[in-house]
């Protein structure tokens, strides 16, 4: 008997590039070639040495430094090999199918699902003769196509059904077809998920032969035959039941039950079923521990997908909306199971271990007290399917276009370093978290834009074609977006939506610009995917200063529009060049809210630009070529000093000194010196608080209180200051020790709950893919 043990438990962010490439799905072929897969990001890349990407295919580039090749790759699916080794792959959205010429660097449509009628398309998979079998999910059908592209033939009529038995090609009934392979004896096996069934295509036979599943739901069958087993239990629901197979060698099959979050194998030499991974008893919110070591007790959410190659299942899960864990199992041929009495949890792995709890709600928040459902229960909705549900409540015209209900989302960020020094024309090197805004929405074909905030349930709108002035709400920086982006010519549609966040407000933290971009994102519909990332950062700058009223620099429109998961961004605020710096992967970082929300912020960060820019006129009169503080040497600076009145001098020293610190904290990323990277941030804090005087005495305490946790390699303030957050760099075995420290004495120095925030990078504003994470 085979016998399955777990390899490796790896946390993953779909946004993450590569990571063993398994970004959502990934796939090895019989080369053992490794590509991922990212859907959000509607790209396919193939996985080089180091993890980092040989190349990648997407309608644009979507890392500068990677060559690409141009397809139209929305929502990709699959890939298989065409016997001149040109890759298949599928794309879900348009129901096109692309070979790809790695040698030639180009693709070519191979088939256009849409004008053949299909109505979406799941993977390509290549048959011994060349054939190109493809399934179209909710169509439940499967085509074949030669290897031009031109039809074979179409299995099934179209129309769900079941037969229990081998029934014609032409006959066959699937309903929903999730995953589709080909096994090592040349069949084509498709997975009819809302059959409960596994079907295997007899092509010489013209058959198609029903091997596994009763074609009714449930959760029986282990240790037994595998015709009487039943998958999934719920036939309505719309993303139910078996969700993917794979194939070993030796012909067994894999199945990933979804609604029953287990992997099962199918042994193809006794017949039988058995579960190998997977407790049906899930958390939904809890990450897999790294030491776990019993397959039967895995956390297994949601299976996105399988991948078998040399005698390891790759089981992607799809955690709580887009991050999950990678799960590889290993297979073994001994007698003996896995071992069962390892220690459940240890101090530190990501993904809130019982003995490190999460952060406090959110108080502030604009969804008063959300949070993203890796941190902690949410007590507002937040899941894409409880905000549609959400979004049905408030208007209850929503129910019958429940498939149309869209959702975008944009995050926070913090600021490793480099503060006040956008607006100077200087660096910054900020990161965008996964504490973010969301809204579910309906287009109206009206103009427009009614939304609900879900932590208070006010309601408010306005009309796309009215001016309307600000008086002061929430929804001013939702007008002004809209203002900003019609400024620029770009069409807007009106809609009715509701909003969540787990984003505190006034931390300094910018969630105001994660409103904008979030609402850009909605107000711009299938148009957003086309706007430069960078341009959208703009005019939601745009919509804050000239609309909102806050003279704001760019930098954290930028962080939220263009961030890259898992890497800070690196800014030129004058050139507008920017480069994602990788963070270290040993490092946790770690938001510390005061609790002291931003008091004065927003006059006296208007007292501090109009400081520094009286600064430059001083400094331009000496010399002519000083446009901003950014051409200032600390030499120039410390020379002039007799000709600047002495708080505009503290205030360039400031911003002259940061600048510099910034390039220096991405030499020392870089370089993993993590030494450096705490004396940068230790000089950005005390430069922030004598020169710049925007700390606070509760940003000064978490600081101090952080720094002298061992394994805490850095801390400071975050943002426009004046209260509000301190940003940490943290060895993952300390964040237990720095919540438990902060806990008991921050309060006991200020009287103030804090909130601690352990927070993952995250990848820019976007729309989240609910309906089809199949
Ligand atoms: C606020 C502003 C940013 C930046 C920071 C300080 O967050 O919105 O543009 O100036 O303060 O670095």
Redesign the pocket.
Known sequence: MTGWGIERIQHFDPGDLVKDGFVHFGFHDRNGRQFAIAHTRHFLGQVGDADRLDWTVARAPVFPDVPNITADLEFPMFIDNLADGSLLVSNFECARLYRIDVERMRADLLVDGHVLGMADMGNGVVDAAGSVWVNEVTGCRVWRFDATGRVIGILGTGQPGFQPDSADFDEVRFNWIYDIRRGPDDAIYVLDSRNFALRVIDIPARRVVTIAGTGSPGYTGDGGDARQATFGSDPTARFDGPISLSLDELGNAYIGDRHNHVVRILERATRTIATIAGNPAVDRERANDPAERDPGRLNLPQISSMDYHGGRLFVPTDLAEGHGDLIVLRRSYSDTAPSRDVPRRQAGSRGRPDDQPGPEPAAASLAGGGGPARHHPMSSPFEPAALADALIDAEPGAAARRNEIRIVRAPGRV?LI??????NEGF?LPAAIDLEIRIAYLPAPDRRVELTRLDTGDRDGFDLDTPRARNGSWLDYVAGTAWALTEAGLPLTGLRGVVASSLPTSA?L?S??AIELASAWAMLGDLAETVDRFELARRC?RA?NAYVG?N??????FAESCGVAGAALFLDCRSSEWRPVPLPPDLDLVVLHTGSRRSL?RSE?NVRRSQCEAAVSALSRLDPSVRSLRDVTPGALAAAAARLEPVEFRRARHIVSENERVGATVAALEAGDLGAVGELFAASHASLRDDFE?SSPELDAMVEIAVAVPGVAAARMT???FGGCTVNLVRPDAVGALTATVREAYPTRTGLTPMILPVRVAPGAGRIVWQRLI
Do not use: I, R
């Open positions: 600021n480099g503060e006040h020094t956008d607006y910054v300094g910018s105001s610009a700058q804050e806050v704001s620099g760019l930098m954290d429109q912020s960060y925007v943002g426009a200051g």
